[in-house]
């Protein structure tokens, strides 16, 4: 089962929000709609920020197609619609609005590298690699055209094309791109900058996800104590900051360490933007997943539902952030056994997955091969490996056929023909997924200790004890490694 956990990465993105000297009594209106539109924003409050934005727009248009502050508007009313969630609404905009940039100063204006960055986001989102890579290379190579290779619009660049490398699974790539910004943010503001913060928090996210836990934890520490004293022990980012260390000490088992960075992450998040603001949410989730992995299922549950309740009201029901809460919440449900209540949580959560994202995302293959699980465990198997099998399908076609889900999805597969029996079928899928796991994730990381467990359970039902002890051995190496300080 893979839960889908909120992992927030201080990703970098360049949003044009800074409206034009007004010099007319309409564009100190335009101004007002801006900044007022954008304080709502920032607080939540969509359905204000949306009418504010709304009329922005209204007024922009009047200043002439190639007017600056047209784009500016477009461009914000986008990523309004791209926090709720509302893709095919954002695009254009993000469209209309680079079109009138590259117009009005021509492609290879930072301005355009700005929003070539934004509709690359969006893109990147909805799983859309091969529409995002161009443009992310093609703002990079803008930035530093006119910027030169050190500044810090640059390392923005660099940083967020390495979080699409990150996110298709290519850590190589990612790498030493996170490392450069890291290091032009360093010169150019100062070792204790915020912006030298995100950058560590991301490289910490890339040791993390391939279970090198040792690099990533100082690096966490590190932003986390630059976060504090720059802007102080209650401010949001701080927030983020305390969730992804205890993210790491989650994944690592280290719960006791986990729940209270948790719990301060919320109360700040709580303090700060009220009981009812997303990020609230995303704490809640993450606490939730705490207490389930635990087995505290009486403590997760209303942390999950109230997670759910607050992207419910905030962005509405069919919500990407939704489809994760109710994935979660099955999840929960499906360890208990409760099936009944499981099923059509996960099946919801699904159709909202299309919906938002289409049927080839990698969000859409998560969900399925929760729902192929639950099949599994009820000994349905005639349901369950279909389900699998567009998983897996998707996985190979969205991230590539040596990405880690892609070993998680064969893994899973081979669990169900393992369970029937049919051994022939099972052997070369956890074969290929131990090979991807052990390149995309060092021979070290807990997920190879997991393919070598049940390859072993395959080995010794074929009689080949011999071989099933040298990889369990194996993987208690690992689990040993993993649990030493």
């Known amino acids: 089962m893979k839960p889908c956990t909120i992992y927030p990465l201080a990703v970098l993105a360049l949003l044009c929000t800074t409206p034009a000297a007004p010099c007319l009594a309409q564009a100190t209106l335009w101004d007002g709609y801006i900044a007022d539109g954008k304080q709502a924003k920032d607080h939540g ?47 254009p905009l993000y469209k209309r609005s680079l079109a009138i940039k590259e117009k009005a100063h ?23 690699y091969a529409k995002a890579e161009p443009l992310y290379k093609r703002s990079l190579v803008i930035w530093e055209k006119a910027l030169g290779p050190d500044h810090p619009n640059v390392a923005t660049s660099l940083n967020n094309q ?63 104590a630059i976060w504090e004293k720059a802007l102080g022990p209650d401010h949001p980012s701080v927030g983020t900051s305390l969730n992804n260390l205890a993210m790491l000490y989650n994944t690592q088992g280290d719960y006791a360490k986990a729940e209270p960075l948790y719990k301060r992450s919320l ?76 099923e059509p949580l996960y099946k919801r959560s699904l159709a909202i997955y299309e919906k938002a994202f289409g049927p080839d995302h990698p969000d859409v293959a998560s969900t399925l091969n929760n729902l192929a699980g639950l099949y599994k465990t009820q000994g349905e198997y005639t349901k369950a490996e279909p389900l ?43 074969k290929r997924s131990l090979a991807i796991r052990e390149k995309a994730l060092g021979p070290d990381h807990p997920d190879v200790a997991s393919t070598l467990e049940n390859y072993a359970v395959l080995l010794e039902e074929t009689k080949r004890q011999a071989e099933a002890d040298k990889l369990k051995e194996r993987a208690a190496k690992i689990r040993k490694g993993k649990s030493e300080p």
């Open 45 to 91: 409050q969509y359905a204000k920020a949306l009418k504010l934005y709304t009329l922005a727009l209204e007024e922009a248009e009047k200043f002439g197609l190639t007017d600056p502050r047209l784009a500016i508007s477009l461009n914000n009313l986008a990523e309004l619609y791209y926090t709720q969630g509302d893709y095919a609404n954002a695009e």
């Open 106 to 128: 021509g492609r290879d204006h930072p301005s355009v590298a700005t929003n070539l960055n934004n509709l690359a986001e969006l893109y990147r989102m909805q799983g859309d």
């Open 162 to 224: 390495a979080e699409l490398y990150r996110t298709q699974g290519d850590y190589a790539k990612a790498e030493p791109l996170y490392k450069r910004s890291l290091a032009i943010s360093e010169k150019a503001l100062g070792p204790d900058h915020p912006n030298v913060a995100a950058s560590l928090n991301n490289l910490a996210e890339l040791y993390r996800t391939q279970g090198d836990y040792a690099k990533a934890e100082p690096l966490y520490k590190r932003s986390l």
């Open 267 to 342: 109360a700040i998040f709580e303090k700060a933007f009220g009981p009812d603001h997303q990020d609230v949410a995303m704490s809640l989730n993450n606490l939730a997943e705490t207490y389930r992995t635990q087995g505290d299922y009486a403590k997760a549950e209303p942390l999950y539902k109230r997670s759910m309740a607050i992207w419910e009201k905030a962005l509405g029901h069919d919500h990407p952030n939704v489809a994760t809460s109710l994935n979660n919440l099955a999840l929960l449900y499906d360890e208990q056994g409760d099936y009944a209540k499981a």
């Open 388 to 430: 699998h099998k567009r998983s897996l399908a998707i996985y190979e076609k969205a991230l590539g056929p040596d990405h880690p889900d892609v070993a998680t999805s064969l893994n899973n597969l081979a669990g169900l023909y393992n369970t029937q029996g049919d051994y022939t079928k099972a052997e070369p899928l956890y």
